[in-house]
């Protein structure tokens, strides 16, 4: 079941902040966000553990709720470089395999 | 040293055509996965292998999709008989162990069939 993010897309201008949420259907252990530009590879941004500390990541931090089976990404004084579409990512659990299911995305733009 | 390296960076096939994508992964990664990039979506999830081992395959849209990592480095996705609806970035990731392990992804490999 892929995970469902929330807002789909946000208009940002530089100096705002932002919060995009993720949410599954399944128990989550760790959760993963990814950042891609237009035309290019998603990038790692971090990843959060079941049990673990909130992460950072320049001024993107990220916080994850076992029990609700949510994470948000929250970004802080947005920056035009942080324009791209933001992706979670939650591990499948099933039989021999661990897969990376990537959420639906939020578009997210930051302009001048 | 060098990242994930994908090729050919860009592919148009003739419907019909048999394509071959090949994935170069970061040297000592185990895990490999290949997602499906639709224009406007998420990757969506194809293969994964740990050193030579296909362990899931279940997202491959159909038989004419084969992919393998014989010698547990580099991988290919093999795609027979393409059709339109195969028109896609496909994308190679690799990771150096488990879940807690980052997706290290290539520049993908935009095919357009004809």
């Known amino acids: 079941q892929q995970p469902v993010q929330s807002p789909q897309a946000v208009i940002l201008r530089e100096g705002e902040d932002a919060v995009i949420n993720c949410s599954s259907s399944k128990a989550l252990y760790s959760v993963h966000w990814y950042r891609q530009k237009h035309g290019e590879a998603p990038v790692f941004l971090m990843i959060?553990?079941?049990?673990?500390e909130q992460m950072r990541h320049e001024k993107i931090s990220a916080s994850f709720n076992e029990k609700k089976q949510q994470s948000s990404l929250y970004l802080t004084a947005s920056q035009l470089s942080y324009s791209g579409t933001y992706f979670c990512g939650t591990y499948d659990y099933g039989g021999a395999t661990n897969k990376l299911i990537f959420g639906t995305g939020t578009l997210l733009a930051v302009q001048p | 040293g060098a990242g994930v390296s994908q090729s050919p960076r860009y592919k148009v096939a003739k419907r019909g055509q048999d394509v071959a994508l090949r994935c170069d992964p970061i040297?000592?990664?185990?895990?490999l996965f290949w997602y499906q990039q639709a224009l406007g979506q998420g990757p969506e999830f194809l293969t994964y292998f740990q050193n030579e081992a296909q362990l899931d395959k279940s997202g491959l849209p159909s038989d004419r999709f084969f992919a393998e990592r014989p010698e547990g480095s580099v991988s290919t996705l093999k795609i027979q008989r393409t059709q339109q609806e195969d028109s896609a970035v496909y994308l190679c990731?690799?990771?150096?162990?488990?879940?807690?392990?980052?997706?290290?992804f290539g520049n993908g490999t935009r095919l357009t069939v004809t």
């Open positions: 990731a690799s990771s150096s162990g488990d879940s807690s392990s980052p997706l290290h």
């Open positions: 040297s000592g990664h185990v895990s």
């Open positions: 959060l553990l079941k049990g673990g």
